[in-house]
């Protein structure tokens, strides 16, 4: 089963290059629409991997064995992941306004004030027809955004990359996100409220469930909306929940494709596809683990900062447990005075794994060292 | 009246150095508070040599001359006027995280839920209880941020280097902050609600109300928590007006101290130091201009994006007066298949005064060209 | 006479995009080569407006009235051109290895060993056999960069870049390159020895003898080998001059395209392509400034770095005359201990014309402030 | 055995504030003088943490049992050491010019050109003669570029910036710099000519004997001219070593502080200082290893880059020893059209160690992947 694949060309650079994006198309049954897409950060590359792993897992596949249809991205933001400052590969920021390329996308529920209304005219609808017309409502605003983009005084950069890349996902029921960590990291992902059943579906040791937002990151912007509906369905006692997932995948290191995280990513995404029935006929390459996922909150994530500038020696590997109080780095602070290179230790603030480390020793003060979750 | 002249260092680097504010402190009689800074963006250079005059002309008054005491802090963000790329100054965003220098500012008015309550229970004293009493709560709660600071988790550099900053001006009440564009500007000044009068003190030609907040700026943080009070009060029934003011002054381009926004800036903040009567018993060396102040409303900025990329030969000059379906520039497009280069033309979608205009007119899409207000 | 139209992709990049030059040929009569590139460095982007009006006045020629080609290529770095930090364009650096892109192009004359020799055996030949042998050998040379881009190790990217773009020019007779400062600067041209005649077909006020290299640059580059050969025969006793030119224009301000200067770069352009009689029956749009050309040589060039860190108040204009000792500009120092700024004055070394300015007023130590020639 | 620290400042920033270098000395005897200093280039931070272990070392030591003295200056570049891009340090190469900080030292041996009249003259006299001299002249020669840094033209940054270090070592005997890859690198020394034997007391696995020079380095900069006198003395006959090394140890990985390469570092330059007599009296920690060094030398180095842009899938570790033809790295390439990511197997040039890996797996086309030697 070959997949459709096009070319969408969604920035001209000064010099009249042009960047696109590549979407590869598995369509079969008439089951739930996949999304799926990697890089959006410059350094996270990981997901390519991961891509190209499961497009060889696909390909082989008989239509009647795929039951709905997968949209694959890979190398997602071309600008970010080209963007390079000697060696390191440094797109996490859009060069032109310091904006995260993860903080940038169009989420429909900070424009909607009558949700409640809304939910009160469908109380008594079945799940599906809430469901195309909350749909028709999201996409009718959505398109609104094209006539700022076309505009005269059109628009930010960040504004026309996220309508390109929000109009491939509008529609669709499962969104995955390949990231990494820009440092050391553990295998982990973030999923959303009532979703903790599927996160177990894709075999990685921890979970961290999002009960605080940054704020329009890609996963937020595409469930929010729904989960914003679901809470005031069961404001007016209708217990209700959409089949609509979103998902951060977090792959190990930063500017790597390290070859567990990768097995651990394909492995994933393949038992999730087969549970949630979308391929069908077809038998995991092999059994993912069913240990215990750790699953923890935004709210618990404790992120180390340098009180001074020095160097860094982590006390800690990626992965321990950590207790209140027990050393979680050295600093050796050198000075521009007359004595000598001093050194401190710092403990950790509350119970926790370390699961992400700076790849970067030296620091300045409030320069990020590791967290805990 | 010598100045007193201190230094706090603020950052240490990771190799063992500090960066530091230099304070001049004119201490007079028992009037208010100004305190005064520049450079917050890297690139925003002029505030410097406007501080350089104006200590010029205040170290030959006598202390009776003096009611009250200024602040002055130039060059205030050292990370950032000494971040390079190539020549250019581009010290608008930290380095470790992207964000906006002058958006990382702490605002009490977010962290309070009470504010109806306070003003209740204040309602009948007299304004200058309300200020100490009010002051006192936004003093306490900024003091809980030095904790966090210390913590073993520290915080990141935008939060030392808040606190740091704000410490020194929480208790003002006249603030102002000398910026620039980082392209090519007019001189104008941004005002907040009710400070209409104060703002033609200035002398400038414009002025933009911030009636839109982007959000935690400098001279927001400062004010907001008092509007929000101002407020609570009218809602209560009680006009009310604080003597309480934040100024940012735009005094033309980026990298450069243009000579005569140079003099426009003296001149502004003389006058305004002297209407004040904070200054006593001097005139101002050269009138200043009682023309007409052209006032409008961030609401009415009007920003340009480049449409595709390409190269901008703009078709306005800084300053001119357009109309919607004026051509503001051409953009001329280059294109890597087998025709010939494109040219389109770029119209004002409504009138305006053509305020900021980007320096660099070769543009990527979505790449910002200039603005109207 | 429309041009021949094509694209040659010169850099994939890690995420699959592709970057290419375009370039544009005018085919007429046996005459010589002309080849003319523009946006060697980022930030120069004038030249891409001299070549849009130069196709603009080339298009409408009959066939006879062009004796010999033209090979335009604008917009000839895109990595370059589309490089950006904050607004600026940066693209004046390779980011991979700090190599200035304007030096790093293949020197024949550095490779040969024998030139001496190859001179004494084609003594008594006449010049187009002894042109035709010689570019052979250059030629044969030059193919073998292309085995080492294709090894496993290949080469780095400048390596890359370089065989493309020298690829298009090796045969050429005559080579322009457009250029600007990345400062605000005069129009000037750099010629080579023996060719002051030429120089003064483009009209500008200025030029610049290279008695002095930096290296590699790709003017250099071109014209080097045969000005080497041209001593080999003048030590054998022959005066000898190749029909072979090479000419690096500099239009005025970096991330700008001047009107004026656009339009000088566009007359010189044409006066030099019908007094080259490549170009004929043509009558120029306005004749040329027959005014005398200032002529000044690489070694005469006195470049100012401010010896302290500052804030910089030029004292001279761009085209001032200055001589010996007189103040040139004066540094606003700020510290970071207890005392007022100090200002210091710098002056002149040596009499000369002030041909560039910094665009950033803020230097550290050792920063460029300005250059006479 | 407490050293003399004292603090050099280097640099005065734009904003006032100043960096500086911190030397530690250690004075004992009448012997050698050793210098040694970490971190020139930004992200090679493993030196601080070695000089921090031998700072720990030393200054137990009783005066006696120091013969000669030790000048050591950790964070030797505060500019590059501090330099960031998101998390990433990128100081490799100086901001303003793209100049690599380890190629602008000053090189006695480029100004020099009676080498041979001088060696002549001294032919006859005894080696300690003749090494005065020839530093004498060496430091005259060097007080030269004082005038210039001084003039009004000043210098630039490169130029202030290495007078002030190689100030400190011009009269060493031993010079010994700490760096590592800014990659993942195995642990080994650069070496010159005729000091194969001392190259051996660091105890490493590999050193690079420096046959082909880049130009400019530290090191060379230093032993250059010594190295050219040996060779006169040779032509003439004279066979004669000098006393006098540099060194470059790289240790590691860039951006970290590797616990192993760090006890390799101390443990080597322990070695080194006993075995010089430098340190007396004193056992080594634990015995340095014996086993045979692998000599190779910078003509037999191989350095891959990457073909095309895509993905690297490295095939050998860090210390393998690899044979022509062997599969070094796999490429994944995507494309922006309508077919498949593509792959490629790239194959090892010649027989090697790959002592050298990208810390980045993401390349465009000429981006640097491994290297061997």
Known sequence: MQPNITSIPILQLASGDVLSLQVYRFQGGTGPKVY?????????????????????????????????????VPACNPLATNQRSHYFSTGRF??????????????????TEDLLDFARSHLHLDAETVQRHYRARIQTQFDRLRDKLRSPASAPLSEHYRFHLQSLCLDANYLIDLHSTSNQGLDYLYYFSGREDSAKLFGLDSGI????????AFD?????????????????????????????????????????????????????????KIVQGVVLPQPISKQQMYLTRTSQVKKYYSPYGGMVYPKVALGTSVQQGQVLYQLLIFNKQSYCPTQIEVVAERDGIVYDLASNQAVNTGEYVLATF
Chains 1, 2, 3, 4 share one sequence.
């Not at 007016?236 to 979103?246: S, T």
Request: proline share 4%; hydrophobic share 40%.
């Open 36 to 72: 799926l897409q990697a890089n959006l950060h410059g350094a996270e590359i990981v997901g390519n991997a991961v891509i190209h792993q499961l497009l060889k897992w696909l390909t082989p596949l008989e239509p009647h064995q795929l039951n709905g249809e997968i949209w694959i």
């Open 94 to 111: 859009n060069p032109y306004d310091g904006k995260d390329w993860n903080r940038i996308f169009w989420d429909y529920e900070k424009e």
């Open 220 to 276: 937020e912007a595409f469930i929010k909306p729904w989960l914003a509906l679901e809470r005031c369905f069961a404001q007016l006692g209708r217990e209700f929940r959409f089949d609509l997932e979103a998902w951060t995948l977090e792959l190990g290191a930063g500017m790597q494709m390290n070859p567990i995280s990768v097995h651990r990513g394909v492995l994933g995404l393949q038992n999730y596809l087969i549970q949630k």
């Open 209 to 216: 469930l999002l009960d605080r937002y940054d704020g329009d």
